[in-house]
């Protein structure tokens, strides 16, 4: 009985922690690479909108742990993950094939390449697979992963029809117990989902069915990416706002001052096997509010 207790405490201690983490202060490891010499000013003047310390601490990543960041682009986030897990970690990207022929999937992934080779003691650990649905879709060795990661992705996978197919591989890469962190432009809650996210927003209902279809639990959700500027009813939908500006100097001052879209910053978890964890209260694991997306829900498309 003793025995018992102790491990019931230890689990409700890990439980407890991981709804709370989002309070604790990033490491001085993490802070020293975020403001490492390596990085572009470019990608720095980015933080303030997407606030890689405060996300990255609210995932609970740690220096080392494996950690797959899907669809990586250009690597702005790379830019930090490589060489925060160079020295105890393991860091894998999940990108692009070489032999992918589109015009966009060669230009990012040559940029990326070209990050990783420019400066090998930073990235010469970074492995890179390849993702492709329905054909790659092996981000990392089965149950290998502590975290995957991915950054404003959800829209495009939604638009190819690949979100349950990236999904799905994005649970199998994890161990159990492992967690998946995504952001993303965050849609009006109010609004069906547009079947292919043209506006490059996405309803974060839609995100946690997607994960729940999958097999992941829900965490938790954090307000870290938030932008409440952010009105969601652009020309040229989401890349009205920078960093892209698809309107060039159309407005161009307006949309600066608005910022970087409102993003949702949410967190999975891959169950552990209802041996270890049965006795415990469902609650201790999901979000009571979340309980009740049993599957993707209907969407509509509207030109709006």
């Known amino acids: 009985m003793k025995?018992?207790?102790?491990?019931?405490?230890?689990?409700?201690?890990?439980?407890?922690?991981?709804?709370?983490?989002?309070?604790?202060?990033?490491?001085?490891?993490?802070l020293k690479v975020i403001n490492g010499k390596h990085r572009s000013k470019e990608n720095q003047l980015r933080d303030q909108y997407r606030h890689p310390a405060e996300t990255l601490t609210f995932f609970n990543v740690q220096d080392d742990m494996t950690v797959v960041e899907v669809a990586p682009g250009k690597g702005w986030y790379t830019e930090i993950l490589a060489p925060y897990l160079r020295e105890k970690g393991k860091l894998y990207a999940a990108h692009f094939s070489p032999g992918n022929p589109a015009d966009y999937a060669k230009q990012n992934l040559k940029i990326f390449l070209d990050k990783l080779h420019g400066n090998p003691k930073l990235y010469d650990t970074v492995e890179l697979t390849v993702l492709e649905p329905p054909t790659d879709v092996q981000?990392?060795?089965?149950?290998?992963?502590?975290?995957?990661?991915?950054?404003?992705?959800?829209?495009?996978?939604?638009?190819?029809?690949?979100?349950?197919?990236?999904?799905?591989?994005?649970?199998?890469?994890?161990?159990?117990?492992?967690?998946?962190?995504?952001?993303?432009?965050?849609?009006?809650?109010?609004?069906?989902?547009?079947?292919?996210?043209?506006?490059?927003?996405?309803?974060?209902?839609?995100?946690?069915?997607?994960?729940?279809?999958?097999?992941?639990?829900?965490?938790?959700?954090?307000?870290?990416?938030?932008?409440?500027?952010?009105?969601?009813?652009?020309?040229?939908?989401?890349?009205?706002?920078?960093?892209?500006?698809?309107?060039?100097?159309?407005?161009?001052?307006?949309?600066?001052a608005i910022g970087e879209s409102d993003r949702m910053t949410l967190k999975f978890l891959k169950p552990v096997p209802k041996s270890l964890a049965s006795f415990l209260p469902t609650t201790l694991f999901v979000s009571t509010d979340r309980t009740n997306f049993p599957e993707i829900p209907s969407v509509i498309h509207k030109n709006e």
């Open 139 to 256: 981000i990392a060795p089965e149950g290998s992963a502590d975290r995957v990661l991915t950054f404003r992705n959800v829209h495009n996978w939604i638009a190819n029809d690949q979100a349950s197919a990236v999904f799905n591989a994005m649970f199998k890469a994890l161990k159990p117990g492992g967690m998946l962190g995504v952001v993303e432009h965050r849609g009006l809650a109010h609004r069906p989902q547009d079947p292919k996210a043209v506006s490059g927003y996405v309803t974060e209902d839609y995100v946690i069915a997607l994960a729940r279809k999958a097999g992941f639990e829900f965490l938790a959700k954090s307000e870290i990416n938030a932008n409440p500027k952010d009105a969601k009813n652009y020309q040229e939908g989401v890349w009205t706002l920078p960093p892209t500006l698809r309107l060039k100097d159309k407005d161009k001052e307006k949309y600066l």
């Open 3 to 30: 025995n018992f207790l102790l491990a019931l405490i230890a689990v409700l201690s890990v439980s407890f922690s991981l709804t709370t983490y989002a309070a604790d202060a990033p490491s001085e490891a993490l």
